[in-house]
């Protein structure tokens, strides 16, 4: 179900059957010339939406800007730092907590938020508010990108991301474009020099704001990625159904 869809009554009836929150987080960034700035919370949304559908499931709407400062010279980046977003996050989770659904998935399209939603899980799992499990699409995806591709998708608007969107809102990216996002695109990310890493910013080391190979994205690879994390997702439900809340709390603190 979907929490937003509801009306409060409608929702306290249906809240019985509930186990499991989703909530869905992403950011609103650069992902260069040729895919829109929304991909990240996009993707996330779209990979939430497909495990919705169960009775056992409330996801909840998309937090859509995250952690991003480090996009924040190319036009369109929005942000907010790290300590706001994580309270948020907690904040919303605890509410849920409160209309007494305690588990959760963060089910997270962007890699920079990725430290504040493991420091707010921790918190709510500390505090024996909640149990969120933190979880990115793109790193489960169990092999499948480096099968489709020879190497994992470690970069950004790369070929991986490319082709889940070319998959989910294939009318958003612009094709004519990926030629300039891989010519002006980094092979890794970040920037190390004798070992200290001196790229703070995505333009510190990539043109274009990509870092991959966007021409190799293909909106098949991007079905069957979308298949795998989706997969991967209902599966992560059923374990999280199946276990008891006390159980997933600290040892010692049961
Ligand atoms: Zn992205």
């Known amino acids: 179900m979907h929490l937003a869809r509801h009306t409060t009554t409608t929702l306290g009836e249906s809240l019985d059957s509930a186990e499991v929150v989703l909530l869905p987080t992403g950011s609103v960034e650069q992902h260069g010339p040729a895919l829109p700035l929304g991909t990240d919370f996009m ?55 409160s209309h007494g659904v305690r ?24 505090e024996e508010t909640a149990f969120a499990a933190p979880w990115n699409w793109w790193s489960n995806l169990e092999g499948l990108d480096a099968e489709l591709f020879g190497q994992a998708g470690i970069g950004h608007a790369d070929e991986v991301e490319t082709s889940m969107v070319m998959h989910i809102q294939g009318d ?40 991959g190979h966007p021409t190799s994205g293909s909106p098949g690879a991007g079905k069957q990625l979308f298949a795998k994390a989706t997969d991967e997702l209902d599966a992560l439900v059923d374990w999280l159904c199946e276990t008891q809340f006390e159980a997933l709390l600290p040892e010692g603190h049961r």
């Open 103 to 126: 588990k959760a998935v963060i089910v997270n399209g962007h890699g920079g938020n990725t430290d504040a939603i493991t420091r707010a899980a921790r918190r709510l799992r500390r």
């Open 43 to 97: 993707a996330a949304e779209a990979v939430a939406d497909a495990v919705a559908d169960r009775d056992d499931v409330v996801c909840l709407p998309t937090l859509p800007v995250g952690v991003s400062e480090h996009h924040r010279q190319f036009d369109g980046t929005l942000w907010t730092d790290p300590e706001t977003f994580e309270n948020y996050v907690s904040d919303v989770l605890s509410s849920m907590a």
């Open 172 to 211: 958003l990216v612009r094709e004519e474009n990926l030629e300039d996002a891989e010519d002006g695109a980094a092979d890794s990310w970040g920037k190390s020099v004798h070992g200290a890493n001196v790229g703070f910013d995505t333009a510190d080391f990539s043109e274009s704001g990509a870092v």
